[in-house]
């Protein structure tokens, strides 16, 4: 067995390890996020509001709510899905649940492989296992499947756009852009590909689309400033949620006033976009490059961001491992590692240190068995792997051991879960709005709280895309003037043996 062989082999065994490890779950339902687009879809189909109180009828008809308490899970999604998630409400929810589970399973294999071809210019078989055991470690893409989250497909046709426009499928690129939308908030990295004319193409049709399903979905333009008006207010009653993993819920945690805290975010957000727009307008960055390095800034400038939006990560992270070497390559694969532990999970779940040091561990040497463009190479297949390798197989061991020694304290700052830590006798004025309650479901439940602890573990995630964002900036500056990233990069010559 080869060197790379070796490092997927143990990545694979230390991922039954934090499988069978895991933390058994609370109950409820299985896919929870998409409890709340199955409801909306039949609320809109029988003329209620998607948006409103109505929701909560069809959610407690479904297996695995408490019926007896109120747990609304609201709906903010954009208008345009509404005839989709009408068409899966149709269903019962056993064969709805399951059609969504193909659909999970798919956008998971998409961000991974379509990924990996834009990181390598082609699929190699090893190299896809290698990527598939790092996709299955990476917490946010793992949480938002088993959430049902809609995050995960959007983040998909994030990903696979660059595919599609270099295959030239206009018409798949322009369906991607409405799939994106779906989490308006993931589909902005498109904005940094726009510099292409095709981009234009697919970004306009898509667009015209979103908006003629909005407002017709909606009944015309006043329904659709209720949407925003209902988005807004929601945002507003979340900006204290503990799960919100953003600078300003950091700073919040840390015990910034909330006003002051959303101020701080909202300038450091700007300056991001302008540095953004810098790197975007100049010839130095291809426009596959410019997306990467919005797929791994964005998350820092996000006024609203749970772990599964952080799925949009696992594109830069897997695409700057594959084009870089040395110290830049480590320093890739350390901000990797960070964005795929599930931070709050260790508070979340304090018996959970096992489970996040196996899989932080395979993620490392996931890392370490894929293959660099930029190591040098002997020409064969089985080449055993470079120097590189073996400094982030002990990366990867050193990130283990930082990860168990912040997991200490996690018995002493126990996160409440919703809606597990609901009262059972839970209820709210039935003339409360959706947003409020949703506000008063947090609050019950105890997340709503401010604990430094907390504040560190989600500043983990966000100092990873920091990281990232810094390296790939370096590393990818000058593919402007050199071959696509889809395209298969040019072979290097051996400058010496790997060891």
Known sequence: MN???LLLAVAVALLGIGFFAR???????ALRDFEAYYAAGSTWHYHGDPYGREIWRAERTIPGVVATRDELLPFVGPPFSLPLWDALSRLPWVWAAGVWHVVMLASFATVVLAGLRIAAGKLVAFDACAALVMGATFAPLTSGAALGQVALPACAAVVAMPVL???????????????????PNLALALVARLREPR????????????????????????GIGHYLAVLHDHAYAERDAAIQTTLAGVLRGFGANSDVAGTVAAIVALAIVAAL??????????????????CAALPLALPFAHEHDFNIAFLPVIVIVCRSAGAARL????????????WLGLAQRPGSTLEACSLAFATGLAIAALRSSEAPERGSPSYAPSRDATHLA???????????????????HVLPTWPDRLPNTFAVARTMPAPDVWHAEQAAAGINARDAYWGLLRLFPLTGC?????????VLRGSARSEPLSAAPAPRAAAHPST
Request: with cysteine; glycine share 14%.
């Open 23 to 29: 933390t058994p779950d609370a109950g409820g339902v």
């Open 466 to 474: 920091a990281l990232l964002w810094a390296v790939g900036s370096f």
């Open 394 to 412: 002990v990366l990867a061991a050193g990130a283990t051991l930082c990860i168990a020694l912040v997991a200490i304290p996690a018995a002493h």
């Open 3 to 5: 060197g790379r062989a």
């Open 331 to 342: 320093l890739a694969a350390g901000a990797g590692i960070a964005l795929a532990v599930d």
């Open 277 to 294: 727009a810098v790197q975007c307008l100049s010839r130095r960055y291809a426009p596959d490059a410019c997306l990467v390095l919005a």
């Open 165 to 183: 426009l270099r295959l030239r499928f206009g018409y798949a690129a322009a369906f991607g852009g409405l799939v994106a939308a779906l989490q």
């Open 199 to 222: 981009s234009w193409i697919g970004a306009a049709a898509a667009f015209a689309i979103a908006l003629g399903g909005s407002i017709v979905a909606m009944e015309g333009l006043g």
